[in-house]
């Protein structure tokens, strides 16, 4: 039922369509305790996001700045699986309605089985997979039909040094959104963007691709969420949401999608 | 025939290619482009040879080790990396890195190091050339490695600690991984041995190969003969190997022998011995075989000796091994320590304990007596001094 369901319903779809900029929240799954991923899941729709990514945690997440090593490091010490994730998740479709895309390395996929993996996106009903260091080439050429086949959509990044041609490449190759990473930088580490990031925003907005944009790192608050979403269609908050969590827990929620989107 | 070179994909059978994230994918993509059209130029050879030459103290010697052939009934030649500037390997190619950092025109030099030596390495070819150098090192590292940090902070680099995850090599990498992200217009990063994304495995190799190709040369004249029955390194990333295999890779008559790391033993949990122990996965932008849990996670290893004290093998020596192309052996902390101490004893040379590592291979396996053996000595022992006070009580 729930994956007949799953296949007629393009949930990122309806989310990119919705009137508004689109917030969407990454948190990383098992912290800060390791029975909290379903928790927040359901106070962050309460809320009223539009879309979520559960960030499978990884040893070693290169792209990722202190706050997201961070929780990591703590999620992988509570004892987060990829297997316990996928447990965790079994019944999330009976509640959680938002399109849920999963955002890890690829070295953990690589051991669940890739195939095994994508099966268990679509058995629990995950829409959509962000892999930053799957590169597009590798992932034409050798992964591509694993993950269609399965209904899958996977989310590439675009950075200011990406070329046209390559953001064109990527946006023939997508068919949800292009994640924008704001500036040359690893998860966290912006304060505020420069006139340079907003011409980068505008630039790739006026390239007139069929995927929408949705910017990531560096939003922490109202102020960059609004910079952020000028251009684009939407954004992501990631460091700053942990941070609200190692600091207020879950109760901590509410006031900080409301401060972002008043 | 097989071929054990990387493809153009940076690709050795299964092992390598570069899972990079996006943001690492336009400074790779230029080195990946531009790597080989400067490398063969005629005056990057010039300049890079020259600089081996007079700056760095090569061709190193080989040398005929005559009683310690006598000992393991073999004819047993000793590759003198030890002799190199800064007392490594290492400098091979630090200093074929920041020529090409130069001709890419970049302007800032970062680099990971765990023991020091290729933090040291680096360092001196930065005041070489007169560009800033920035140094990842773990926490733990740092500790344990002081004069080596007083060393690079004396050739005027900044040591920067990382502090995340197990605070070791790995973790140093990642920090200067991140640096890169951070920095994608000015800064050229020179790792250190043949792992990382592509074309770092194949271009450190290309550097390091100049080992084999005076290997080949200095055989000729003492044997009449270009190529030996083996050619032995340790491996811990596998530089020093990649450059003592390189012109003998594709002659299948040359055996190549590989020892890693077992530190306390292949199963007491602490060992660095990773083709007995890894499964294939993506450790720093390589597919090659790690040390992980069954979940993915990288786990930590460890060695008495901080240059092999890394949890992956560079995709080169993954493709070695499991074609078979590679004869491995794993080496504990005790046996490399005796090993060490031989070599002092019978030759007057003290190694590196990573390159002891190598030498224990000898009570391993046995060699024929016309069997033509040529060890990669590649550091010297100084650095260990202290390691060696400890374990033998001196």
């Known amino acids: 039922m729930q994956i007949k369901e799953n296949k007629k319903t393009d949930r990122i779809g309806v989310a990119l369509k919705k009137e508004g900029p689109l917030l969407s929240i990454y948190f990383t799954a098992g912290y800060p305790h390791l029975e909290d991923t379903l928790p927040v899941l359901r106070e962050l729709q309460k809320n009223g996001v539009d879309m979520i990514e559960i960030g499978l945690p990884f040893s070693d997440p290169l792209a990722d700045g202190p706050t997201i090593q961070e929780s990591s490091m703590a999620a992988l010490k509570n004892g987060m699986t990829t297997h316990r994730l996928f447990d965790q998740l079994r019944d999330v479709r009976s509640e959680i309605h938002l399109p849920l895309i999963l955002m890890g390395y690829f070295n953990p996929v690589l051991q669940f089985g890739v195939e095994a993996f994508c099966e268990k996106c679509r058995e629990v009903g995950i829409d959509g997979l962000i892999l930053p260091d799957l590169p597009l080439e590798i992932y034409q050429k050798q992964y591509r039909a694993i993950f269609e086949k399965y209904g899958l959509k996977m989310v590439f990044l675009i950075t200011p040094q990406t070329s046209e041609a390559r953001i064109r490449t990527i946006d023939r190759t997508s068919d949800a959104f292009i994640y924008m990473v704001s500036t040359a930088s690893t998860t966290g580490a912006q304060q505020g963007f420069d006139p340079a990031a907003e011409d980068y925003f505008k630039r790739v907005s006026e390239m007139n691709l069929k995927n929408p944009q949705i910017v990531g790192f560096g939003i922490s608050n109202a102020q960059t969420f609004g910079q952020a979403t000028k251009h684009a269609k939407g954004a992501i908050i990631g460091s700053a949401f942990i941070k609200t969590l190692t600091a207020h827990g879950l109760s901590g929620i509410s006031s900080f999608i409301k401060s972002v989107r008043p | ?394």
């Open chain 2, 1 to 394: 025939m097989e071929n054990y070179h990387a493809d153009s994909d940076g690709f050795y059978g299964e092992f390598g290619g570069a899972f990079i994230p996006e943001m690492l994918y336009p400074n790779v993509d230029e080195l990946k482009s531009r790597y080989v059209e400067i490398m063969e130029s005629p005056e990057f050879q010039k300049e890079f040879h020259q600089l081996l030459r007079e700056y760095v103290g090569r061709p190193t010697p080989l040398y005929f080790a005559r009683r310690l052939s006598e000992k393991y009934g073999a004819r047993i030649y000793l590759k003198r990396e030890d002799l190199c500037h800064t007392g490594a390997h290492k400098v091979n190619n630090t200093i074929g890195q920041i020529l090409m950092a130069r001709k890419l025109g970049k302007k800032r030099i970062i680099a990971e190091t765990g023991a020091g030596q290729h933090g040291v390495a680096t360092a001196t070819v930065c005041a070489l050339m007169g560009l800033p150098c920035i140094v990842y090192m773990g926490e733990v590292d740092i500790a344990r490695q002081a004069p080596n940090v007083a060393r690079m902070k004396l050739l005027g680099a900044e040591v920067r600690p990382a502090r995340s995850g197990s605070r070791t090599l790995k973790d140093a990498t990642n920090e200067a991984i991140r640096d890169w992200i951070n920095n994608p217009e000015d800064t050229h990063y020179i790792i250190g041995s043949v792992v990382g994304p592509h074309p770092y495995p194949d271009m450190v190799a290309r550097f390091q190969a100049v080992i084999s190709e005076e290997i080949q040369k200095q055989l000729l004249e003492k044997e009449g003969r270009d190529a030996p029955d083996y050619v032995i390194a340790c491996v811990g990333g596998g530089s020093n190997a990649a450059g003592a295999y390189y012109h003998y890779l594709d002659r299948p008559e040359v055996g190549i022998i590989a020892v890693e790391a077992a530190g306390k033993g292949i199963s007491t949990g602490e060992s660095a011995a990773t083709s007995a122990l890894g499964t294939v996965g993506i450790i720093h932008g390589s597919k090659t075989l790690l040390m992980q849990t069954t979940d993915g996670q990288i786990t930590e290893p460890y060695s008495i000796s901080a240059g092999l004290d890394y949890p992956g093998i560079g995709p080169m020596h993954a493709h070695l091994f499991t074609s078979g192309r590679g004869e491995f052996h794993s080496v504990t902390d005790q046996q490399a320590m005796e090993a060490g101490k031989e070599l002092a004893a019978l030759e007057g040379i003290i190694p590196a304990i990573e390159t002891a590592h190598a030498f224990a291979v000898l009570k391993q396996r046995t060699f024929n007596p016309e069997d033509i053996l040529v060890f990669n000595l590649s550091g010297r022992g100084d650095k260990d001094l202290q390691t060696y006070i400890e374990h033998f009580n001196l």
